[in-house]
């Protein structure tokens, strides 16, 4: 399989972080760029959302920003991308998001990350779409996440095959080789397939 044309990057906002996050997303966005990924997020400036942005820019990529008004009225949406479409709000956000890559990126981040990872992961779930989910677990940051995710499995409300609606990797370099790989079919109960 050949290399996505675009890629949503779902990251943290924070600043006050650990200069391995930061160097973690300095080196995806390098990665995107210079492999003609387009890179699709959040359309800030600040904390990974901006490192991975400028990374991509500096490494000759095109990064397209989505913000919601409400946010970008704070005077944290980076000016300086490919595009930045501002909407009207977080669902118009994460929809435009969506539409516009062909895989998903998950670098550490909060609540906002984890949501839009979780809705990602979801929708593939549901059938609505079959791309690749990938978690870069930087440092092990996803270690506890990783362990709720069996914790849930052991207690019945996750089935085998929902391990496989995502990919983890540890460092940004394992990044491309799981963005060749397939992602795993996923049978629904629309579809019956797997």
């Known amino acids: 399989m050949s290399l996505p044309v675009s890629v949503c990057v779902y990251c943290g906002a924070s600043e006050n972080i650990k200069q391995t996050y930061k160097d973690a997303a300095r080196a995806l966005g390098t990665v995107l760029g210079s492999n003609g990924i387009r890179t699709v997020y959040g359309g800030g400036k600040v904390g990974l959302m901006g490192i991975v942005a400028d990374a991509a820019l500096a490494a000759g990529g095109e990064v397209i920003g989505v913000i919601p008004q409400h946010i ?3 005077e944290i949406a980076h000016l300086a991308l490919t595009e930045l479409h501002v909407v009207d709000s977080m669902h118009v956000r994460k929809r435009m998001m969506v539409d516009r890559a062909e895989a998903f990126i998950v670098l550490p981040g909060g609540y906002g990350t984890l949501d839009e990872a979780f809705e990602i992961i979801t929708w593939k779930q549901l059938g609505l779409h079959d791309r690749s989910v990938i978690f870069v677990n930087v440092a092990g940051y996803f270690d506890p996440l990783l362990a709720f995710v069996a914790h849930a499995l ?3 409300f996750l089935s085998s095959r929902h391990l496989s609606l995502f990919k983890v990797v540890d460092r940004v370099e394992e990044v491309l080789p799981a963005l060749k790989r397939l ?4 049978r629904t ?6």
């Open 183 to 186: 992602p795993e079919p996923v």
């Open 154 to 156: 052991e207690e019945g």
């Open 72 to 74: 970008q009225g704070r």
């Open 189 to 194: 109960p629309e579809t019956g397939r797997m």
